[in-house]
């Protein structure tokens, strides 16, 4: 009783300085947590308190982007866990991606319930920008486990929550890939909950996939479950961990269908693939139906869309780019998109994965990246001369190995 009371104190004292701070906006630094002050300062004004719930970003867009993140994989792999924390605490758990929107969610019989009514699902978005002060935005925006308590959130839809968070971190790269959180009523407010949030955020973290293949080769059979794909210099398929025997017009169409997550017409698959070219419709649904058997049937139709896990090079290429690991880029690029394609779509990614690739290194002429790019194209002497005149006259091991590259171009 002595616990219960406390709790219902606590709540009181969140709800008055709650209430205070909505009416006036100030005075109560000495009464709430300085995390949850700056929070409510950043959700004043950007979110009405009284809300009914949180938005939600597009379905097929969230489910798209998490078939492609590694969060799916990694998810699958403790999904029991996860569920079983959530029934025998009467918890709802979900994982976000690093803008805070919810791409997975289990929850008890109760709170599965009450997380419905408020967005709290697949697509819900909770940064403070979208509903203000809660455990998943603070944690995504200061990469720190965070708790939030009844009134202590803005909204008050979740007044009678409580939420502990964790962020989800790339255990190769250490990037933030989202946060796990786990919520329940404030009457089951718990001490170990911060804890067991983090537990379960490295739970997440050591069943993430790895990495795929050594720098432009294949050399191993991924370990993941799902489709990944090699198409930069060479041209290979796996399916969980099986090398896929396929033709070079069925890579051609997993390829494009990796780059459309959200699926293709056949008439609009058949001009990426083949152009004006003179070939039947009926060429190309022998084509798919033999990749659908092949995936097991994991090939859906109207439209045409892969419904397992997916991973390509292309987008751990194109990844890398964005964060500006040049080095990374580089040596995750194997080379020329799927040599001599003639399917106009795949030529047109591949112009622009060399022109991206080039440029990236000409902006950073990073001496290791620039002499492995000189291995795939041993003539294009532009960027070995810009990163030579970026040395300057500074000793680095690769100078003589980049003035070599270039004696032999230059014959």
Not at 124 to 147: C, F, H, K, Q, Y
Not at 168 to 190: E, F, K, M, N, Y
Request: charged residues 20%; proline residues 5%; aromatic residues 6%.
């Amino acid at each position: 009783m002595t616990a219960h009371r406390d709790l219902r104190d606590r709540r009181l004292e969140a709800v008055q300085a709650w209430t205070a701070f909505v009416e006036h906006g100030d005075g109560v630094a000495e009464r709430v947590r300085p995390e949850i002050l700056d929070s409510w300062q950043l959700s004043t004004g950007t979110v009405t308190p009284d809300l009914a719930a949180a938005p939600l970003a597009d379905e097929s867009d969230t489910a798209a982007y998490w078939r492609q993140s590694p969060l799916q994989t990694a998810v699958e792999r403790v999904e029991s866990d996860l569920r079983r924390t959530a029934e025998d605490g009467d918890l709802v758990i979900a994982v976000t991606d690093e803008q805070t929107r919810i791409l997975w969610t289990y929850g008890g019989r109760v709170m599965r319930r009450k997380a419905e009514t408020v967005n709290f699902v697949p697509g819900g978005r909770w940064d403070e920008g979208s509903v203000g002060t809660n455990a998943l935005a603070i944690a995504s925006r200061t990469g720190d486990p965070s708790m939030v308590f009844s009134a202590e959130h803005y909204a008050s839809i979740v007044h009678n929550w409580v939420c502990w968070a964790a962020p989800v971190l790339d255990p190769a790269t250490g990037q933030q890939l989202g946060v796990i959180d786990l919520s329940t009523t404030w009457d089951r407010t718990h001490p170990i909950g911060l804890a067991t949030a983090r537990v379960m955020a490295r739970l997440i973290e050591t069943a993430m996939p790895t990495s795929r293949r050594a720098p432009g080769t294949m050399a191993v059979a991924p370990s993941e479950p799902g489709l990944t794909l090699s198409l930069l210099g060479t041209a290979e398929a796996w399916l969980d961990g099986q090398r896929l025997l396929l033709n070079r017009r069925q890579t051609e169409i997993l390829a494009l269908l990796a780059m459309h997550p959200h699926g293709l017409s056949l008439e609009h698959l058949h001009a990426l693939v083949y152009g004006d070219a003179a070939v039947t419709t009926s060429t190309l649904k022998a084509e798919v139906s033999h990749l659908r058997a092949a995936l097991g049937g994991q090939l859906s139709s109207r439209p045409y869309r892969l419904t397992l896990p997916v991973a390509t090079d292309i987008d751990e290429v194109q990844a890398l780019l964005r964060r500006g690991d040049v080095r990374g880029a580089v040596s995750a690029y194997g080379g020329d998109l799927l040599p001599g394609t003639n399917a106009p779509a795949l030529v047109e990614m591949g112009d622009y994965l060399a022109v991206s690739m080039r440029e990236a290194l000409l902006a950073d002429p990073d001496p290791e990246a620039v002499l492995r790019y000189s291995e795939l194209a041993p003539y294009d002497t532009q960027v070995v001369e810009v990163c030579l005149a970026a040395l300057g006259t500074r000793d680095h091991p690769a100078r003589a190995l980049l003035k070599g590259r270039l004696a032999v171009a230059d014959r």
